[in-house]
């Protein structure tokens, strides 16, 4: 062998090492993952992010993978003329909408991501939290949006639920037999009705009803920046008290609304930490991780 080809192998080796720690640190831990955004449309990028999941749990690690699935929901809609609202980004759901979505999440999205753990040597099993009761929730409230007049406007969401109360003992189980959860992000009401919840809001309350170690959310985004038109600087660390006041300010707003309130209650519930990490980046998890470096933005 040359020079050059075992300074790779070298170099291999210094990656290991340095990754040792982190290894060594999370055995036996809980991660939750928020899958999301172009790392579920593009091939390449859902075999990095499952290939990092299945790792996880070979090393160790409990991975347990939420997900939402918003082009797909999307997508079918137009297909049926529909057209998408959103609203502080959530989707504005009626009761034709909701069965649409449990379409798309439960009967397309899940499944095709158990298929693919268990492809790549995981064993993948799919819920909603509509097993076991895993997810009750109660229908939003009307929310108050801005108008054009002095008058007050206030939409309401339909069927788009916030968590109430969350029975893990089905994922409890799954882990201790080596299984990797796969959760959309449906749940149910005390009624028995299907409601749409925002899965960054699942991935954050699930992370505090499990004691995990980490949630890691993965968007179409490199992390949070110093201004609004992400031509500022990255912000690599971001403390709870700050990510409140860029919310307020406007300065974190839209879609990336319910990604820092889930980051924020997690933390306010004994979650270690919480990350926002860029899932159209190739092994994006590994390299925040396991890396002395890492990416995105951590929210302490």
Known sequence: MDKEGMEKLISKAEVLIEALPYIRNFAGKTFVIKYGGQAMVSEELKRSVIQDVVLLKFIGINPILVHGGGREITTLMERLGKKARFVEGLRVTDRETMELVEMALVGKVNKEIVNLLNQYGGKAVGLSGKDSNMLVARKRAPVRVDSDTKDEEYVDLGFVGDIVEINPGVIHTLNE???????????????????????????????????AEKLLLLTDMEGIFD?????????????RRK??????????????????????????NNVSRAHIIDGRLSHSMLLEIFTDEGIGTMVV
């Open 243 to 268: 990510a409140r006041e860029m919310i307020i300010s406007g300065e974190i707003s839209s879609g990336m609304i319910p990604k820092v309130e889930a980051c924020v209650r997690a933390l306010n």
């Open 177 to 211: 037999n080596n299984y990797i959860p796969v959760i959309s992000s449906i749940g149910v009401s005390e009624d028995g009705e299907s409601l749409n919840i925002n899965a960054d809001h699942v991935a954050g309350e699930l992370a505090s009803a499990l004691n």
């Open 227 to 239: 201004s609004p038109d992400e031509k500022g600087a990255l912000i690599s660390s971001l403390s």
